[in-house]
Nanobody, 123 residues
Framework: QVQLVESGGGLVQPGGSLNLSCVAS?????????MGWYRQAPGKERELVAN???????NYRDSVKGRFTISRDNAKNTVYLEMNDLKPEDTAVYYC????????????????WGQGTQVTVSS
């Protein structure tokens, strides 16, 4: 089964930047269709921040457009989230997601999640 491990969270002042990374590991991963970043603030539902298809197509929630950039390295099964001009409302636990993973033996995993990394924006 695919395992996702996030890194890069932390405490930053408003207007600052953070870079998140998520590595997907598993036996003989052939392809992951869409990888994405979600976030969940206390008392709120988990929401999509951005995702990226394996062909490079991206999608962002409106509140992060122009500030966040998602990218991926398919050879490394890694997805990144560059976050600039951070605001207090960006504070949340950020989760990595892999929607559909295919392995060399043609087995599949669906909707895998990482353990999350805390991002706190505060002065």
């Amino acid at each position: 089964q695919v395992q996702l491990v996030e890194s890069g969270g932390g405490l930053v002042q408003p207007g600052g930047s953070l870079n998140l990374s998520c590595v997907a590991s598993g036996n003989n991963i052939l392809m992951i269709y869409t990888m994405g970043w979600y976030r969940q603030a206390p008392g709120k539902e988990r929401e999509l921040v951005a995702n990226i298809v394996n062909d490079g197509q991206t999608n962002y929630r409106d509140s992060v457009k122009g500030r966040f950039t998602i990218s991926r390295d398919n050879a490394k099964n890694t997805v990144y989230l560059e976050m600039n001009d951070l605001k207090p409302e960006d504070t949340a636990v950020y989760y990595c997601n892999a929607d559909h993973t295919i392995y060399n033996d043609n087995t599949h995993d669906f909707n895998a999640w990482g353990q999350g990394t805390q991002v706190t924006v505060s002065s």
